[in-house]
């Protein structure tokens, strides 16, 4: 009978002692190590060191003074001025507002600013060199004429195209993003500035301001830039009804994920065992055919992996608290996840049995586990990861099952889950449909 031979395979799993080292023991004890070291990482003072950037300032003022007064002195605007001694008060005004200059010390250079960005000036040749070497977060190129053309913008009824760029390592995304957020928030404030200028000659040409417009205009300016960049914070604020995700929940979820793995591949092993020992043949001459013995095998690894993720999930709740949400939905999805793990170990089995040879299972192991483990995130987050890794990551038993669990410690609703138990459910029958294809060419010996 199948329960039999379930229960065979299942007292064997049990009598393993390395079994139980690799899938029980060994996530339990890295549980511990990785959430006491790293798991800080996940709680509210999560601390990033400062992202290293380059400065190229490509923004010349001499050039941009000769350039300012060539446009004062020619076309309309020269004509706009009553006398020479106006237009010199407003180029030695326009001449304090230094716009790259205020960028990098003002900005950059902010004590706030510095716990995120440690800066230093490039020429550009050397930090693109940098940046592909992947020494550098990113590099902000300051363009020529960066200063006049703000003036022009500033003070002027023109509107001149300024625009500062920001080659990022896309290694980096997260600190690239706070780089990009840093220099958005400083445009901002000249996009500000420009509206209010416009706002300003709007009301001058209805009141017949004339040039001294620009002397307000100059006040206006100073005090929108001399705006200190202290009252920047940052606070990790979760989704509301959401519960955010702490070290030790992490890395539970993300061991258990990764050694049902190991389990699927001790499981095959025990194939080539019984037809080394003759099990396999005893069983053929009871009566047993192939399907049968794969079939307790299936139910063996389910019993054994659905075990196996019942005691780290008691052991990460009682020793370290972990919170694992609703017990009705993480029993649920425990169950399919046994399903899948169960899946796989058939799949391996009768490879396993074809070759006569447990060479794909030492491959899968050694080298096909610790890549799934990557991508599905069972050691850093996918989230730091590039877009097509974390596709990549999300269709693998690995990913699904973080997931799963993660949106179960969040508390969002069963509903919410549904797509990534549809994955391993997914999972689980293309590879058993592909085990009972193959079985066909299991050699007998």
């Not at 009553?82 to 001449?95: G, T």
């Not at 500000?192 to 017949?208: C, P, R, Y």
Request: hydrophobic share 50%; charged share 20%; glycine share 6%.
């Amino acid at each position: 009978m199948i329960w039999h031979m379930t229960v065979k395979d299942l007292k064997r799993m049990m009598r393993d002692r390395k079994a139980l080292l690799i899938t029980i023991l060994m996530p339990a004890i890295l549980i511990a190590i990785l959430g006491f070291s790293i798991g800080g990482l996940f709680s509210d003072g999560i601390q990033l060191e400062p992202s290293r950037v380059a400065v190229v300032n490509l923004d010349d003022m001499t050039r941009d003074r000769q350039e300012l007064n060539r446009f004062l002195s020619e076309g309309m605007i020269a004509g706009f001025f009553n006398d020479a001694s106006e237009k010199e008060a407003l180029v030695e005004s326009v001449e304090e507002l230094d716009f790259s200059q205020i960028l990098i010390e003002d900005v950059l250079g902010n004590e706030k600013i510095k716990e995120f960005i440690s800066y230093q000036m490039m020429d550009e040749k050397t930090a693109l060199a940098q940046l592909e070497k992947g020494e550098l977060t990113a590099v902000i190129v300051i363009p020529q004429k960066f200063s006049y053309d703000v003036w022009v913008n500033m003070f002027f009824p023109l509107r001149n195209q300024m625009k500062i760029t920001i080659w990022s390592n896309p290694d980096h995304e997260l600190r690239a993003g706070i780089v990009k957020s840093i220099i958005q928030g400083y445009t901002d404030r000249l996009s500000a500035g420009i509206v209010g200028k416009n706002s300003l000659l709007e009301a001058s040409a209805e009141f017949n301001g004339g040039a001294g417009v620009y002397q307000e205009m100059e006040e206006f300016m100073k005090e929108l830039m001399d705006q200190d960049f202290d009252r920047i914070s940052t606070e990790a604020i979760a989704v509301d009804g959401m519960n955010p995700i702490t070290g030790f929940q992490y890395y539970a979820v993300g061991m258990s994920a990764m050694f049902i793995l190991f389990t699927a591949v001790y499981g095959a092993g025990y194939s080539l065992n019984e037809r080394e020992f003759h099990t396999w043949e005893r069983m053929k001459v009871a009566g047993r055919g192939v399907y049968t013995i794969l079939s307790a095998r299936f139910i063996a690894m389910i019993l054994f992996t659905f075990l196996q993720l019942s005691v780290l999930i008691a052991f990460s709740y009682f020793m370290f608290g972990v919170d694992w949400g609703s017990w009705n939905d993480v029993f649920l999805l425990t169950a399919v996840v046994s399903l899948s793990t169960g899946s796989l170990s058939v799949l391996l089995s009768v490879i396993n049995l074809i070759f006569n040879s447990d060479r794909i299972s030492v491959v899968f192991q050694a080298a096909v586990i610790p890549l799934i483990s990557i991508l599905g995130g069972s050691f850093v987050p996918t989230s730091s990861m590039p877009a097509i890794f974390r596709s990549l990551g999300d269709l693998t038993m690995n990913g699904a099952t973080l997931d799963g669990y993660f949106k179960i410690m969040q508390g969002y609703p069963l509903t919410d889950i549904q797509p990534q138990m549809m994955t391993l459910i997914l999972t689980c029958m293309v590879m058993l449909a592909t085990a009972a294809v193959i079985s066909v060419r299991i050699r007998e010996v």
